[in-house]
C-alpha cells in the first residue's frame, strides 16, 4: 500500500499562486498513476488533474486548464500541483489520489488518498 500526505496549502490572495506537494511513502509513486481532486465549501468532490506514471502525459479539468500544472518528481516520490491565476471558486479541500488507470477523472477508480490541504482564498 502507499500512504499520500499533501502539503502546502494556505491563504492566498485572489490572482496569487501556490504549489500543493503529495508525499508518498511505503510504494513507490512511479508504481502509480496519479491525480488532485478537490472538495469546496458545499460542493461534490472533483476531479483537477492527472498525471501518467512516468509524467509524460497530463490531463486537466476545463475550470483550470491553462492555470494549474500537475507534475510529479518519482526519484523524490512526490506529486505537485502547481496553482497560478488562483480564483475564488479555486477554494477547497485538495486531495491527491493513487491508482492504476491512467487519466482517470473517476474517484473510485483511485483506491488511495490523502488526507488533502485547504486552500482558502481572499479577494
Known amino acids: 500500500q502507499v500512504q499520500l500526505a499533501e502539503s502546502g496549502g494556505g491563504l492566498v490572495q485572489s490572482g496569487g499562486s501556490l504549489r500543493l506537494s503529495c508525499a508518498a511513502s511505503?510504494?513507490?509513486?512511479?508504481?502509480?498513476?496519479m491525480a488532485w481532486f478537490r472538495q469546496g465549501p458545499g460542493k461534490e468532490r472533483e476531479f483537477v488533474a492527472a498525471?501518467?506514471?512516468?509524467?509524460?502525459?497530463?490531463y486537466y479539468a476545463d475550470s483550470v486548464k491553462g492555470r494549474f500544472t500537475i507534475s510529479r518528481d518519482n526519484a523524490e516520490n512526490t506529486l505537485y500541483l502547481q496553482l497560478n491565476s488562483i480564483q475564488p471558486e479555486d477554494a477547497a479541500v485538495y486531495y491527491c489520489?493513487?491508482?492504476?488507470?491512467?487519466?482517470?477523472?473517476?474517484?473510485?477508480?483511485?483506491?488511495?488518498w490523502g488526507q488533502g490541504t485547504q486552500v482558502t482564498v481572499s479577494s
Open positions: 498525471i501518467s506514471w512516468r509524467g509524460i502525459t497530463t
Open positions: 489520489a493513487a491508482g492504476p488507470y491512467q487519466g482517470s477523472r473517476i474517484e473510485r477508480e483511485y483506491s488511495y
Open positions: 511505503g510504494r513507490p509513486l512511479s508504481t502509480y498513476a
